[in-house]
């Protein structure tokens, strides 16, 4: 017997719960690419800080400031492991 969603069901169906949010999907994904986009600009030291508010600005000034003089991190990189190997030790057995 298969289950559908009808339109007063108490199941809830994700597919149908995707399409009704597809409508503000859009402007919150914007909202954080253009954080993502705003914090990686600052830690390349390339932020545009000109803003419309003078506060504003200074804060972004401060901001680029501040991770401008921070110690670089140093590049990971990701090595193969290697296994160790060691001389076989011969063990004696003493004699009473």
């Known amino acids: 017997m298969l289950a559908t969603t009808l339109p007063n069901s108490l199941v809830m169906n994700p597919t149908s719960m995707l399409v009704e949010m597809k409508s503000f999907i859009p402007s919150s994904y914007t909202f954080e690419t253009e954080i993502q986009k705003i914090k990686q600009e600052l830690l390349q030291g390339d932020l545009d800080c000109s803003a419309k508010d ?43």
Do not use: A, G, S, W
């Open 54 to 96: 003078e506060t504003n600005e200074q804060y972004l000034y401060e901001m680029q400031d501040i991770i401008d003089h921070l110690p670089k991190l140093p590049e990971i990189q990701q090595q193969k492991l290697t296994i160790p190997e060691f001389d076989e030790i011969e063990v004696k057995q003493l004699t009473q």
